[in-house]
């Protein structure tokens, strides 16, 4: 083989061998950043990871919402209309986050099945609900009247 050939087959495979390592490092890097979204009948299922983190969707149940006294600890339950998830919180929630009213919480999931909150997402106004929310709560809708036939 003549040697200008040598050194550019050489060239071309280590800018392969180096470009392949560093996509792979990339793509193990964010695999830990991704955030799925799971409504509480998934969560119910043992479809969602535990420890790992998730963002669970539904309506806030009325009547659940209990504040700390001494803390900025918030808990309460999210439902699709067919399974709850226990949701705890801590810290300060958006002013729109309200009992009976769609909400996303995002944080890990414990062993126990009760979603420890890093982040609460109340809707922006009386029509909007997120995409997640509304999907999840459509197909839990479906799913009884497919039952009920």
Avoid: C, W
Wanted: hydrophobic content about 50%; glycine content about 8%.
């Amino acid at each position: 083989m003549h040697p200008v050939r040598k050194q550019r087959l050489i060239i071309v495979g280590s800018v392969v061998v180096f470009s392949s390592i560093a996509i792979g490092l990339a793509a193990y890097a964010l695999r830990g950043n991704i955030n799925l979204f799971y409504p509480p009948v998934d969560v119910m299922a043992g479809l969602a990871p535990v420890d790992r983190p998730i963002r669970v969707g539904g309506m806030v149940v009325d009547g659940s919402v209990e504040r700390s006294s001494e803390t900025l600890e918030v808990r309460f339950l999210v439902t699709d209309y067919e399974a709850v998830v226990p949701v705890v919180y801590v810290g300060i929630l958006p002013d729109l986050f309200a009992e009976g009213e769609g909400a996303v919480a995002a944080g890990t999931l414990n062993a126990d099945g009760v979603l420890q909150a890093t982040e609460v997402l109340a809707k922006h106004d009386e029509n909007y609900m997120p995409p997640e929310v509304a999907d999840a709560l459509e197909a839990s809708a479906r799913r009884k009247q497919e039952a009920s036939l």
